[in-house]
């Protein structure tokens, strides 16, 4: 079978541990790593194309008009974005990529390329959630309720997401697990195996 | 998580081996049955609500007619089909139910209950049908090609399930998982969790 590689993505609120999740699975199986463009200046040690590709502004918004960028977003006067035509590549070659984007960026890219296996990473409980954002006890009472607020925000989108993957303290490998699961189940899909009816007519 | 349980759907043509794929399943996993009405007349032995439902020809046409039947067909002049309302109410308790029905009968089903999951079970290639087709070789060669193109048209219908499992000779215990992969990762749909961004909005 000459299967296309997935698009996984995974998103979720801050103290969700999707890092977490997203570095344990990538020792778990192969996956493709994405280098995202930016015009922000490269820091020393930088490389373009492996840290980032290193672009100019007008670069990066000629990108965006044709279409080029899966997704995009600007902080702090610099763009930064995830350029389609090596997530396309790879996928051809049957290699797996995972994209760790906050919610915009995936519904962008969700848009751009509807096979995409949307994942939506979340704490157990509302308690976990507080007492990953109040961290090492080190932020005000005031940025924590600011975290806690745009973390339940986030959560609003979880509708948008296919697949929801709880993250239990201690739970790392558990959760990972569960995501190869997904992709299991999500390769066996008829969608992603259209081909297989050819093989018993001839 | 007080979850519904899965209503899964398992087709595939003859020579497929499906139906030691769903025996393989119930030995592995608690699966409720489904136990269908019919007009025909009870065997010796067999039990009302344990074998069939065994109903009057105006009591099945009534429950048709108040949608009552999940799908139904006739086979020499008798029908055959499977109820809702039992259906409903083991999904409901949480306990998953397998409908081992062919094509027709599945796509009533999803018609009904979009929910449920549908999966096309397949031998590996053309030979492996033809050779579980021919069997014993019990069967003149015009029964086998006659046998062989109803498979084949069955197969056309394969873009109507959600999955496919392929049925290795030898590899029913590998079909079976596979299964049990798919309905793992239905359980992480964010469909089928939609109550669980609330325990974060308090």
Redesign the interface.
Known sequence: MNQKGLLVIISGPAGSGKGTIVSRLRELAPFDFSVSATTRKPRPGELHGVHYYFVDKADFESKIEQGEMLEYAQYVGNYYGTPKKPVEDALAEGKNIILDIEVKGALQVKEKMPEAIMI?V?PP??ET?LARIRGRGTETEEVIQKRMNE??NE??T??R?????INRDGGVDRAAQ?VL??L???K????R??D??E????
């Open positions: 939506y979340l409980d509302y959630l973390a339940k959560i609003k979880f509708p997401y296919d697949y929801v993957v569960d699961t997904i299991s189940a999500e066996m899909r008829t969608l195996n259209a297989i009816p093989n018993f007519f001839r």
